[in-house]
């Protein structure tokens, strides 16, 4: 038997090939998640369009920022270098085997694969109650875990001032907090306007809040079928009006967290919910995970 004195060769096999693999064509279909080599960008596909003689793709992303790029090399598709090419009518495979490996999370942000949720942070996401942190969990849940961010219950905001004082926030352990129907002229205001006076609250503590009477109503109406929520006269529970309205049993507590539970479940992505959360939420993220 003879044996090779040098090994293999070295030329053999396709050497040339760049270390992430070779480029390859998919159409920039509507939400392909795909990430721009020379900045960086990561975002959706949103459209395609000729601008100045040539083809020019809109990325979106998990922010709802837009920036346009030109279409064709320079892109990376779950870390493997794609050409971006006009979207085709008809190429329904190539377009379903490219959405099923650059998937999202409902959030919007590109979900991470095979990842391990990271240890907890010293910073914590504080919101009023159960219902809120469901939805926050929700939609953010898979983002929260990435960054280690735990979100934890207030269970209402009039004692705030102690709250923030118990928790002791620092430079590496902020305090963000979302506030329910935050208006101006509101108690909730007031409440806030006292807390954020005291020291402890002045450099690490974000308040923030939504208008909406109840995290509930941070739904789109339309997913509900309504164009939007109802007026509930007042002296009437707002929860159990609601349900009334929606022909739901709402006598009990019991039917409460049950008809939470079935607008929750209309719940998909970011995109079921009114922009005044969204934005509060990602607000709080980016404060409380900030070098």
């Known amino acids: 038997m003879t044996t090779d004195r040098y090994g293999s ?11 992430r693999g070779r480029s390859r064509e998919v159409p920039a279909e509507r939400d392909l998640v795909v990430e721009d ?31 346009a790029f030109p279409l064709g090399p320079g892109f990376l598709l779950d870390g493997a270098p794609v050409i971006l090419t006009p979207p085709t009518p008809g190429n329904a495979d190539r ?12 959030s919007g942000s590109v979900a991470v694969s095979d990842s391990r949720a990271r240890v907890a942070r010293g910073s914590r996401i504080f919101v009023e109650g159960r219902h809120d942190a469901e939805l926050v969990e929700k939609v953010w849940g898979a983002d929260l875990r990435i960054e280690g961010v735990v979100v934890e219950l207030l269970e209402g905001v009039d004692d705030l001032r102690s709250v923030i004082r118990d928790f ?13 129907h935050l208006v101006r002229g509101t ?11 005291i020291p402890e609250a002045r450099a690490h503590v974000l308040v923030v809040g939504h208008p909406y009477i109840d995290v509930w109503e941070s739904v789109r109406p339309e997913r ?3 164009t939007t929520w109802p007026t509930i006269p007042r002296g009437t529970s707002w929860k159990h009006g609601i349900l009334a309205e929606l022909g739901w ?3 009990s507590q019991t039917d409460v967290a049950h008809g939470w539970k079935r607008i929750l479940g209309t719940v998909r992505t970011y995109a079921d919910l009114q922009p005044e959360l969204l934005g509060r939420v990602e607000e709080l993220i980016d404060f409380v995970t900030a070098p």
Do not use: F
């Open 9 to 19: 060769d070295v030329l053999a096999g396709d050497w040339k090939a760049p270390p």
């Open 249 to 251: 049993p709402h006598r």
């Open 224 to 226: 509900l079928g309504w």
């Open 168 to 180: 002791k926030p620092t430079k590496d352990r902020r305090m963000g907090v979302l506030v329910d």
């Open 37 to 67: 080599v020379e900045t960086g960008w990561c975002g959706a596909v949103v459209r395609v369009e000729k601008a100045g003689g040539m083809h020019v793709v809109h990325l979106e992303d998990r922010r709802g920022r837009l920036k």
């Open 95 to 106: 377009l379903k085997a490219a959405r099923q490996a650059a998937t999202r999370t409902a």
């Open 187 to 197: 108690k909730e205001q007031r409440i806030v306007d006292e807390a954020r006076a």
